[in-house]
């Protein structure tokens, strides 16, 4: 690996640095990016259970999940109207996907320019080449020759093992946003049908356990 590293010259550090970043972002986009911790299946359900009883705590369900936040911010207006609640819903939708998308565009840099950084070290090591034979004694000096070729080729290859992986979680990671997209339109609209129907009255807790401890110290 490291005479591949040196055969391939300065061009490799670039191809090294992508490398790192790339594994990064994919290391940290797989953990983040788990349907069960953004959308949850049974949440909406379980939340118009909970607005039928009366009992929708609107802080533990912010903290439950980022479709939990939604479902918070569009019951906080619930009140308000349906078209209040979808444009709240739609707001904080739109939060939570830009989150999840979040370090995708570096990994699509890194797929795209990675391939032409190898074709970069490709010409520098064919000049080199070229170099070498037009001059006077280029025809014996087989060892800076070979040292060209070898350039080119692996910084081309180094170039094209790390774009396709990149490449490849790029698109896996944009349609795992889409199915989980999907998966929290799904859930949020089956609240807002709920709320379009109910017809009892709407009662939300919105305090953090240390504001009712405060609230019965000041009580007693």
């Known amino acids: 690996m490291m005479d591949a590293l040196i055969a391939g010259g300065w061009l490799m550090i670039p191809l090294l640095g992508c490398s790192l970043l790339a594994t990064v972002i994919i290391i940290e986009r797989l953990w983040t990016l788990r349907a069960k911790r953004i959308a949850p ?15 929708v705590d609107l802080y533990w369900l912010e903290s439950h999940s980022p479709l939990g936040g939604v479902l918070a911010a569009g019951l906080r207006n619930a009140r308000l109207g349906h078209e209040q609640v979808r444009a709240r819903l739609q707001e904080a939708a739109t939060a939570v996907i830009h989150d999840m998308e979040r370090f995708l565009s570096p990994l699509g840099t890194i797929a795209a320019i990675t391939p032409l950084i190898g074709l970069l070290g490709t010409v520098v090591g064919m000049i080199e080449v070229f ?45 795992r946003v889409e199915d989980i997209t999907v998966r929290m339109e799904e859930q949020a609209g089956q609240v807002v049908e709920f709320l379009a129907h109910y017809q009892g009255e709407l009662g939300f807790s919105d305090q953090h356990e240390g504001d009712f401890s405060a609230s019965e110290a000041r009580g007693s």
Do not use: K, N, W
């Open 131 to 175: 170099a070498v034979i037009v001059s006077a004694d280029g025809v014996g000096r087989t060892a800076e020759l070979a040292g060209g070729i070898s350039r080119a080729l692996v910084t081309t290859a180094a170039g094209l093992t790390v774009a396709i992986p990149a490449l490849m979680f790029h698109r896996y990671f944009l349609r």
């Open 41 to 55: 299946y049974g949440l909406g359900q379980e939340v118009c259970s909970l607005v039928a009883r009366g009992q």
